[in-house]
Nanobody, 125 residues
Framework: VQLQASGGGLVQAGGSLSLHCAAS????????VGWFRQAPGKEREFVAG????????FYADSVKGRFTITRDNAKITVYLQMNNLKPEDTAVYSC???????????????????WGQGTLVTVSS
């Protein structure tokens, strides 16, 4: 399955953005999907994830309560709703999928074997 992330842009602090991760050539059925971000000069970090069954969601502490990850019923799009954005949320956001993720390592980007191109989110102060 190929992934395509979109929805990034420039927003003021306190604003909102919705990122989309679309699957092509297949669906997200049976796959755990994660969002990761990388700011300039920093390492890639986990943002949010949704377990392959759709029954569990996971968040980094830094975004908990502000970001929400969901998946559509057709399992071809995963959304990341980002509210109350802060300048420190500025980064390139990428979505990724894996079929063999284990629950305890959802936050580990090395588990993911399908990646989409990133989308840039810039939050101005």
């Amino acid at each position: 399955v190929q992934l395509q992330a979109s929805g990034g842009g420039l927003v003021q602090a306190g604003g909102s953005l919705s990122l989309h991760c679309a699957a092509s050539g297949g669906t997200f059925s049976g796959r755990t999907v994660g969002w990761f971000r990388q700011a300039p000069g920093k390492e890639r970090e986990f943002v949010a994830g949704i377990w392959r069954s759709g029954s569990n969601t996971f968040y980094a502490d830094s975004v908990k309560g502000r970001f929400t990850i969901t998946r559509d019923n057709a399992k071809i799009t995963v959304y990341l709703q980002m509210n109350n954005l802060k300048p420190e949320d500025t980064a390139v956001y990428s979505c990724a999928a894996c079929q063999t993720c284990i629950l305890s390592s959802v936050r580990n980007f090395r588990q993911y074997n399908s990646w989409g191109q990133g989308t840039l989110v810039t939050v101005s102060s």
